[in-house]
């Protein structure tokens, strides 16, 4: 089977993300065979897409490696399970279900973490998400999490200037405690989690975009370059996640169906590298606005540890991009996604330098040690000693 016969078989799986957190949960109960007689426990709710599953499994497996943690991941909201939980950490703030146990545990005195990771009051008009979150779930979602979070956690830290200065005029009597806690990635978790697959070489060269039915106005960035591109080269394809809304007909329409390959979004979100690492390119497109401006650095962090070169919008998000940034122009896409083409060796070293980039400066002990801090923030404990405090083991 080559690579686009492979390719075009995983893009028809999809994954219950039920079984995924299961998966996880079993890695993370691994690594914490060894807890204190008392430990914090700690409860993540995660989202079920997107960034939501990024700043959920890595963080709970970091914690799980430590002793002074029992972990847990839950994808239902259980009062029971809650009840049982030191700390509980909402990834999917705007969820009714979980504003009312924010609410319900600063009743009962228990410790919340809310974890934002979007503008949620400047959602772009592009994103179908602006229909789910009309004015009164943010206010519902703003007032819960001012007066009864106990911590405010941010992808980003413009996410977490703009909702501070939002929140503090809104709710000028409430004190906001927060911390910014960057996303990071641990290739070893997610290789045990999510293995690779192996595949025959093939002269195709994909340009993968881990975008999905939401982002239509990012695409719309890319696309006249795309266009141009598999125009000019009859070997190349574009992989995409599904994109069945009508925002997506008009940037699609131009490109050669016959060589686009739409992959289930759920299932891509949960195959993690089994996809990712076919691309030969991948691309993060954005088009400029405040929205997008406060987005994390999600994409390079996946092409990165799947050792895949990066070609991005020249974006706050992106400043740091170990590969190439690009203004929105097409003519700058078509140059820098030509030459990477055209180079397989140039693909190699630029994939390369940005998986160690990933593993050094976003890997688990670079940043997992401020999760920690944050998790401790939220509860009494007496001193531990120095054997906790060591940086978990990983095995």
Known sequence: MNKIELMNAISRCNIDQRDVAAAWQTYADELGAKRDANPIRVLFYPGISGVAAWRTYPQACWLAADPRFDVRISTEICA?????????????????????????????????????????????????????????????????????????TYSTAPLERIYRSYLSEVYPKHEFRSAVLPLFIDPEAWMIVHPSP????????????????????????????????????????FALGQCTRPEFKGPLSALPRERCIEFLWDGFVHLGLRYTSMFDIGIAPLAENMFNRCK?????????????????????????????????????????????????????????????????????MARGPAWTEAILSCVERPTASPESCAAPERS
């Open 198 to 237: 192996l595949y025959a070489r093939h002269d195709a060269v994909v340009i993968g975009w881990e975008g999905s039915g939401t982002h239509a106005g990012d695409l719309a960035v890319v696309a006249p370059a795309l266009k141009i591109i598999m125009e000019q080269n009859r070997h190349v394809w």
């Open 296 to 364: 994390s650095d999600l994409k390079l962090l996946t092409y990165g540890l799947a050792g895949v070169p990066c070609v991005a919008t020249d974006l706050d998000p992106y400043e740091c991009c170990p590969n190439r940034v690009v203004r929105n122009d097409p003519n700058q896409w078509v140059r820098v996604l030509q030459r990477l083409i055209d180079d397989e060796v140039e693909r190699k070293a630029q994939g390369e330098h940005t998986r160690r980039w990933v593993t050094s400066l976003r890997g688990p």
């Open 80 to 152: 029971a399970d809650s009840d049982e939980a030191d700390v509980v950490i909402f990834q999917r703030a705007c969820i009714s279900r979980s504003l009312t146990e924010v609410r319900r545990r600063a009743d009962d005195g228990k410790a919340s973490i809310v974890d934002l990771d979007d503008l949620i009051h400047d959602i772009p008009d592009y994103n179908p998400a602006k229909e789910a979150v009309r004015l009164e779930r943010q206010a519902e979602t703003y007032e819960a999490i001012a007066r009864y979070a106990t911590l405010l």
